[in-house]
């Protein structure tokens, strides 16, 4: 695994051998977790709990060595479990990181890290506290393809970003305790988090909803980074077709990234605009135009989800700190509370 995804150097070795690892929710990702929980020669599943007995006896076949169980007290008086790995709704998350962490479990918990500031900012400082690893599973920043698109941005091989537009839009999957901007909107946010390594300055968005339940199903997002680089971002769970690319826009060339393009998810563009800065030139065009050649570099093909659990339990064995840690989840939660009030307020700009 790319060294860049182990972190920095941390207090020295915490754990020797496998980490166990017990899976908290088994709906739509938790037999994600349990399958790739399962084949890391790092980590062994040692228990599964989710309160629908249904849910349960649907994963048992694939780990029939680990313990089932509706009570997540059993899960923290269990002392062969070092860690947790936490695939239920939004809104038990804080609560059910805070016990394991106090139980002296380390946390993977799904995105977002809480549904708002107070309680992301508990979790990160009690984890500070307890000396626990917190890391939150922004996926897509354990991605070869990001990895590589990292790379492009940090060696200036695209130039000064002009601008980040991302569509991440499919019909459903329709959330019960959260809207479109907080269930998808995290994607791409944590990858623009990592490839530009701040947070903006401002933002607006927009949103609506098309049910009973008030939960927005369509929203907008705009981030402002200053230095004339901004961010938008485009979430719907109404669309008939399924979309996730993002573009990146910059001085020397341009990047397409197609999550749906397994064979090229990257093509780059060395194509832009050319401006005359002459001080004798007043009127007329100002902008040329430049049109080159598109490539498609070279990405393997890794699961992220794989590199995400070896990276956790890498940081658990040796007590280095996550790529993703719960900083980084904080940072997130921070971009979708404030996203939340401008919608409220009717796309009113929030300054952060």
């Known amino acids: 695994m790319n060294a860049e995804l182990l972190g920095n150097d941390g207090p020295g070795q915490k754990k020797s051998g496998p980490v166990g690892v017990a899976v908290i929710g088994c709906g739509y990702w938790g037999p994600n977790l349990i399958r790739n929980f399962s084949t890391c020669e790092a980590t062994r599943v040692l228990a599964v709990c989710d309160r629908d007995r249904r849910r349960l006896q649907g994963v048992s076949a694939s780990c029939p060595q680990a313990q089932f169980t509706e009570n997540f007290d059993d899960i923290l008086k269990n002392p062969k479990i070092d860690a947790v790995a936490i695939a239920t709704p939004v809104s038990t998350h804080a609560a059910l990181s805070l016990a394991a962490m106090e139980a002296g479990k380390d946390v993977l918990v799904e995105k977002p890290l809480a549904d708002n500031i107070r309680d992301a900012e508990r979790l990160v400082s009690r984890a500070r506290e307890l000396g626990r690893i917190l890391m939150v599973d922004h996926t897509y920043v354990y991605s070869p393809a990001i990895r590589k698109i990292k790379e492009l941005v940090d060696s200036g091989n695209l130039g000064e970003i002009y601008y980040i537009d991302s569509v991440r839009i499919n019909l459903g999957q329709f959330q019960s305790d959260i809207n479109v901007l907080w269930d998808l909107a995290p994607h791409d946010l944590s990858i623009v988090d990592y490839l530009l390594g701040r947070l903006p ?8 909803s098309h049910t009973t339940s008030d939960l927005e199903d369509v929203a907008y997002l705009n981030l402002d980074f200053g230095r004339s680089l901004m961010a938008t971002f485009h979430v719907n769970w109404l669309s008939p077709v399924k979309l996730r690319h993002t573009i990146i826009g ?11 393009n397994h064979a090229e998810p990257i093509k780059i563009y060395d194509s832009g605009i050319q401006i005359d800065a002459s001080s004798e030139v007043r009127y007329g065009i100002l902008v040329s135009y430049r049109t080159g050649d598109v490539w498609s570099p070279n990405v393997p093909r890794e699961e992220p989800l794989q590199n995400v659990v070896r990276h956790f339990a890498d940081c658990i064995q040796t007590g280095k700190p996550p790529l993703t840690d719960g900083e980084a989840g904080l ?15 009717q796309g009113g700009r929030i300054t952060l």
């Open 250 to 260: 910059a001085s020397s060339r341009s990047l397409i990234f197609n999550d749906l």
């Open 201 to 208: 300055r401002s933002l607006a968005a927009m949103g609506i």
């Open 331 to 345: 940072r997130i939660v921070r971009i979708l509370e404030a996203a939340q009030r401008s919608i409220k307020a």
